[in-house]
C-alpha cells in the first residue's frame, strides 16, 4: 500500500518569501502525485499534479513541484507567497493502478504573516 | 464552472441520533467519493462508487455507517447511531474517471457530535 509523509505540520513565512513545503511518498510501484489546497471551512481544490512526463510540474496561483523518484519526494514550491496563500496544504498519492484510491497527507498549515 | 453540491454545511447532532448527507456531483462523473475529515488530519477514504456500485468500502464502519448511489448519480451517507467520535467534516468528491485521482470536492458537511 502507498503512503504519504508531510514533513512540515506548520510553516509560517513572511510575505513576499520564497516557501518550501516538503512531501515524501511510499510506493513499491509507480505512482501520480497531487497537490491540494483547503482553506478554512471548505472543500479541497487541486493545485497540481504528477502524472507522466516532465518531472517539474506548474499548477495554479503560482505553485509548481518537483518529482524525484530517487528521493521519492514531492516537495512543493513558491518563489513569493502572498497573504491569501494562507492555507492548509495536502499531498496525496495514487498507485497507477485502475481505480486506486487517492491517500493523502497529514496536511502542512501555511501561514503568510505581513 | 460545475461544483460537487453538499448539504447541509452543518448538523450538530446528539450521540444515538441519526443523520444523513448528501451529495450531487458533477454532471458526467461516475465516480463519487466520500472522504472523512477529522480535525488536523488529512481526508480518510470511506467509501467509492462508480456508478452506482460500491468498488471500495473497506474503511467504511459498517456497523454504523452506510451510504448509496441509486441511480449511479446522487449520493448519501448515512451515520446511526451517531457517536461523539464520528464528528468531523464529511467531504464528497468526483470524477470523470478513477484512474488518476484528479479529484473534485465539494465544501463539505461538517457535523457535531454532543
Known amino acids: 500500500a502507498q503512503s504519504v509523509t508531510q514533513l512540515d505540520s506548520q510553516v509560517p513565512v513572511f510575505e513576499e518569501a520564497p516557501v518550501e513545503l516538503r512531501c515524501n511518498y511510499s510506493?513499491?510501484?509507480?505512482?501520480?502525485l497531487f497537490w491540494y489546497v483547503q482553506y478554512p471551512n471548505q472543500g479541497l481544490q487541486l493545485l497540481l499534479k504528477y502524472l507522466s512526463g516532465s518531472t517539474l510540474v506548474k499548477g495554479i496561483n503560482g505553485f509548481e513541484a518537483e518529482f524525484n523518484k530517487s528521493q521519492t519526494s514531492f516537495h512543493l514550491r513558491k518563489p513569493s507567497v502572498h497573504i491569501s496563500d494562507t492555507a492548509e496544504y495536502f499531498c496525496a498519492v495514487s498507485v497507477m493502478v485502475s481505480g486506486s484510491r487517492l491517500t493523502f497527507g497529514e496536511g502542512t498549515q501555511l501561514t503568510v504573516n505581513p | 464552472e460545475a461544483e460537487v453540491a453538499q448539504s447541509p454545511r452543518y448538523k450538530i447532532t446528539e450521540k444515538s441520533q441519526a443523520v444523513a448527507f448528501w451529495c450531487d456531483p458533477i454532471s458526467g462523473h461516475a465516480t463519487l467519493y466520500w472522504y472523512r475529515q477529522i480535525l488536523g488530519q488529512g481526508p480518510e477514504l470511506l467509501v467509492q462508487?462508480?456508478?452506482?456500485?460500491?468498488?471500495?468500502d473497506s474503511q467504511l464502519p459498517k456497523d454504523r455507517f452506510s451510504a448509496e448511489r441509486l441511480k449511479g448519480v446522487d449520493s448519501t451517507l448515512k451515520i446511526q447511531p451517531a457517536e461523539l467520535g464520528d464528528s468531523a467534516m464529511y467531504l464528497c468528491a468526483s470524477s470523470r474517471t478513477a484512474n488518476t485521482g484528479e479529484l473534485f470536492f465539494g465544501e463539505g458537511s461538517r457535523l457535531t457530535v454532543l
Open positions: 462508487f462508480q456508478d452506482e456500485s460500491v468498488v471500495d
Open positions: 510506493s513499491s510501484v509507480s505512482v501520480y
